[in-house]
């Protein structure tokens, strides 16, 4: 499928989708893409039921076109409580800096949307138009019961294995997520061995492979890295960190100045902030854990919860940076507009840009 079927498909102007980023991405800021030609995104993997319905909605309020709601397909953590105690045992020293001290145990923060029949029958009911899956597929019945609905259906991969599920269980299109990506990696397995794919080698693969539309994803900030990603047979492109120092969205001060300045420049692959892979600004917490082992981290997302508490702690005292600042690795390209300025740019330099 050419990038011009794609759009036409989901009736979009221009060839950009906005990565459903979870804790950074809004319901304005969504409706602004959606408005501006391209597919705004909710993540929602992290959500209640009903914040996720009052998100969808209130983005719908606000456009007439898709929304793109994004769920986490990960596999279930698997509680070991010694691995626990150690994790928060090494962590002590850090909250104690903060005159805090850790939580007396881990638990499972977030639902593996695989078979959660609450949230699916949330989804069946708002219809956001475009429903995506990251950290694997959810269950036959799930995606049969999408697909009656009309609902369009996309899916993260960050290998030719993946894709090759993604495409047999009937996903419409595959993310090709490739490492420069900010946040955590779409992989199936996060503990198998990991190509570490970049963005533009993947897609390439993929379009050449795959029967699907392809999505490139990673390191993407502007108009010319769309049209690079259109030139190698890509449908579209998904930008996330492009979109983080927008007005519209939720990212606090201390992310901004991240972003905006030196820590920019460094970005690195951790584990040690919510127990996955995932691409994040340098700062303190990612200092901390360059040395830990990732044997020695617990299962996403039990290890989010410890993560989440020592950000609370730090900046209670005035401390960013603790926080999950994910960022790509094209972060130095990061630009602070409205949501609608940022489309206009990029659309006006998609069209500059050589062909």
Same mark, same amino acid.
């Given at each position: 499928?050419?990038?011009?079927?794609?759009?036409?498909? &989901?009736?979009?102007?221009?060839?950009? !989708?906005?990565?459903?980023?979870?804790?950074?991405?809004?319901?304005?800021?969504? @409706?602004?893409?959606?408005?501006?030609?391209?597919?705004?995104?909710?993540?929602?993997?992290?959500?209640?039921?009903?914040?996720?319905?009052?998100?969808?909605?209130?983005?719908?309020?606000?456009?007439?076109?898709?929304?793109?709601?994004?769920?986490?397909?990960?596999?279930? @953590?698997?509680?070991?409580?010694?691995?626990?105690?150690?994790?928060?045992?090494?962590?002590?020293?850090?909250?104690?800096?903060?005159?805090?001290?850790?939580?007396?145990?881990?638990?499972?923060?977030?639902?593996?949307?695989?078979?959660?029949?609450?949230?699916? @029958?949330?989804?069946?009911?708002?219809?956001?138009?475009?429903?995506?899956?990251?950290?694997?597929?959810?269950?036959?019945?799930? !995606?049969?019961?999408?697909?009656?609905?009309?609902?369009?259906?996309?899916?993260?991969?960050?290998?030719?294995?993946?894709?090759?599920?993604?495409?047999?269980?009937?996903?419409?299109?595959?993310?090709?997520?490739?490492?420069?990506?900010?946040?955590?990696?779409?992989?199936?397995?996060?503990?198998?061995?990991?190509?570490?794919?970049?963005?533009?080698?993947?897609?390439? !693969?993929?379009?050449?492979?795959?029967?699907?539309?392809?999505?490139?994803?990673?390191?993407?900030?502007?108009?010319?890295?769309?049209?690079?990603?259109?030139?190698?047979?890509?449908?579209?492109?998904?930008?996330?960190?492009?979109?983080?120092?927008?007005?519209?969205?939720?990212?606090?001060?201390?992310?901004?100045?991240?972003?905006?300045?030196?820590?920019?420049?460094?970005?690195?692959?951790?584990?040690?902030?919510?127990?996955?892979?995932?691409?994040?600004?340098?700062?303190?917490?990612?200092?901390?854990?360059?040395?830990?082992?990732?044997?020695?981290?617990?299962?996403?997302?039990?290890?989010?919860?410890?993560?989440?508490? &020592?950000?609370?702690?730090?900046?209670?005292?005035?401390?960013?940076?603790?926080?999950?600042?994910?960022?790509?690795?094209?972060?130095?390209?990061?630009?602070? &507009?409205?949501?609608?300025?940022?489309?206009?740019? &990029?659309?006006?330099?998609?069209?500059?840009?050589?062909?």
């Amino acid at each position: 499928m050419t990038s011009t079927e794609f759009c036409s498909r &989901l009736n979009l102007q221009v060839p950009i !989708i906005q990565a459903p980023m979870a804790g950074v991405s809004t319901p304005v800021m969504a @409706a602004s893409v959606s408005n501006a030609g391209g597919l705004g995104s909710l993540g929602v993997g992290a959500a209640t039921v009903d914040g996720a319905r009052a998100m969808i909605q209130e983005a719908q309020a606000l456009t007439d076109g898709f929304i793109n709601a994004n769920v986490f397909c990960h596999r279930p @953590a698997r509680r070991n409580d010694a691995l626990d105690a150690a994790w928060l045992g090494r962590l002590e020293a850090e909250f104690a800096s903060f005159d805090a001290t850790p939580p007396p145990s881990l638990n499972e923060i977030y639902e593996t949307f695989v078979g959660n029949k609450d949230m699916t @029958a949330m989804l069946l009911e708002t219809q956001p138009g475009v429903v995506s899956f990251h950290f694997g597929l959810p269950t036959p019945a799930q !995606i049969s019961a999408f697909k009656s609905q009309g609902t369009y259906l996309i899916a993260s991969a960050t290998n030719q294995a993946e894709a090759r599920l993604a495409e047999s269980a009937g996903m419409d299109a595959i993310v090709a997520q490739g490492w420069e990506a900010g946040g955590h990696r779409g992989c199936f397995d996060e503990n198998a061995p990991d190509d570490r794919h970049g963005t533009f080698a993947l897609t390439r !693969i993929l379009v050449r492979e795959m029967k699907l539309p392809v999505i490139a994803a990673g390191g993407i900030m502007d108009g010319a890295g769309v049209r690079a990603a259109l030139s190698l047979g890509a449908a579209a492109a998904q930008m996330g960190t492009a979109f983080v120092a927008c007005d519209e969205s939720s990212a606090n001060e201390a992310y901004r100045k991240a972003l905006l300045g030196e820590p920019a420049q460094h970005t690195v692959m951790t584990r040690v902030i919510s127990g996955r892979p995932a691409r994040c600004l340098q700062n303190r917490f990612t200092q901390w854990g360059r040395d830990v082992s990732d044997v020695d981290v617990p299962d996403y997302p039990r290890t989010y919860d410890a993560g989440k508490a &020592l950000n609370s702690a730090a900046s209670a005292k005035g401390q960013g940076g603790y926080g999950a600042q994910w960022a790509g690795r094209g972060a130095p390209l990061a630009r602070s &507009l409205p949501t609608h300025e940022l489309m206009s740019a &990029l659309k006006t330099e998609l069209a500059e840009s050589p062909v």
